[in-house]
């Protein structure tokens, strides 16, 4: 007798579960490093957006300064000029003098008309000085103006300078925090697959290898004649039996997950593609599928487990496993599915 239990136990070795576990992990892990990638990169445009509305703005700013700044030049230039050409009179004008005082120094020429035209003559040369003097203090002036321009441009361009800056320490502290979320993440991925797979070992363990009970991907599928009345939605005595072997172990598996580890069980509905019979209480295979979740979910919380670690979903017909249109695809397609996942 021990002879043919040992050769039983050799024969029922399945490697296929282990083989969907790791499968599952690695597409996990990959899901998980593209949602770091989207995060990361939503997180950059974000950053380098507000980075670039500010150096845009300064680089206005800057522009505006320079076009003031060349308007300085040219008005400072124009006075420039004026003042050569009031320098160059009042050289003139000074030589025209000098030669009229000679000439009444020498009395060639001591008329009234001369005195007059030498007064003249001076009165012209002192509207000229000041003149001069104003087209000095406004040069002056222009000087002041474009040096107060240059720093403000220098400063803006300190400003820039240093926003660049730290748009590159923004960019080098986004790619260190995406580095650091993956491995995060990826940590605790791995810690939850640790425990889904503790979870279907001891599964597999309580419910004694019934070959009508299946591991698909990374769930634990149940057809929907071991727990309920062909058309009900209600768990039976079986059923119910069933599902406190799950409880117990989901029970067991949940005190061991740490905390931080925001983990739930999803039971899904699922039906075949047979319409159901009018007259009934359930309308149709949508209103079946999720009452027969809700309706398992409803007993786990009746043997202890917290409802947020619960999840009812409802799919009808609408994901089969088999699409054959047979009675024995139907019957596979007929399920509850136990899916231990992060919320």
């Known amino acids: 007798m021990a002879s043919v239990r040992s050769r039983y136990r050799e024969r029922s070795v399945n490697y296929w579960p282990g083989f969907v576990d790791a499968l599952a992990t690695l597409l996990l892990a990959i899901m998980f490093l593209l949602s770091v990638f989207v995060l990361a990169q939503f997180?950059?445009?974000?950053?380098?957006?507000?980075?670039?509305?500010v150096l845009n703005r300064l680089n206005s700013q800057?522009?505006?300064?320079?076009?003031?700044?060349?308007l300085e030049q040219a008005n400072k230039q124009d006075l420039e000029d004026s003042i050569a050409t009031l320098e160059s009179s009042l050289s003139s004008t000074e030589s025209e003098r000098s030669r009229l005082e000679t000439l009444l120094s020498e009395g060639n020429n001591n008329t009234a008309e001369t005195e007059a035209k030498i007064g003249a003559m001076s009165t012209q040369l002192d509207e000229e000085k000041q003149l001069s003097k104003r087209a000095l203090s406004q040069v002056e002036l222009l000087n002041q103006q474009i040096s107060a321009l240059r720093r403000q441009i220098a400063s803006l361009e300190d400003a820039l300078?240093?926003?660049?800056?730290?748009?590159?320490?923004?960019?080098?502290?986004?790619?260190?925090?995406?580095?650091?979320?993956?491995?995060?993440?990826?940590?605790?991925?791995?810690?939850?697959?640790?425990?889904?797979?503790?979870?279907?070992?001891?599964?597999?363990?309580?419910?004694?290898?019934?070959?009508?009970?299946?591991i698909v991907g990374d769930r634990f599928v149940f057809p929907s004649e071991v727990l309920f009345t062909s058309g009900a939605?209600?768990?039976?005595?079986?059923?119910?039996?069933?599902?406190?072997?799950?409880?117990?172990?989901?029970?067991?598996?949940?005190?061991?997950?740490?905390d931080d580890i925001n983990w739930v069980l999803r039971v899904d509905g699922h039906t075949d593609n047979v319409p159901l019979s009018g007259g009934g209480r359930i309308r149709d295979n949508w209103e079946l599928s999720s009452s027969r979740a809700t309706s398992v979910v409803r007993f786990f919380i009746s043997q202890g487990i917290p409802a947020n670690r619960l999840v009812a979903a409802g799919f009808g017909e609408f994901q089969p496993l088999e699409n054959e249109d047979t009675d024995e695809a139907r019957s596979k397609n007929r399920r509850i599915e136990l899916k231990l996942t992060e919320r």
């Open 233 to 258: 939605a209600e768990l039976n005595a079986g059923g119910q039996a069933e599902m406190l072997k799950v409880a117990q172990a989901l029970i067991q598996i949940g005190s061991e997950i740490p």
């Open 161 to 214: 300078d240093a926003s660049e800056n730290q748009d590159r320490e923004s960019q080098t502290k986004i790619a260190d925090l995406g580095k650091r979320l993956n491995v995060a993440l990826a940590q605790r991925v791995q810690e939850l697959n640790r425990y889904r797979s503790d979870f279907f070992g001891r599964l597999r363990e309580i419910l004694g290898g019934r070959s009508d009970i299946r």
């Open 62 to 70: 800057i522009n505006e300064l320079t076009s003031l700044l060349a």
């Open 43 to 53: 997180l950059l445009s974000q950053e380098i957006s507000g980075k670039d509305e």
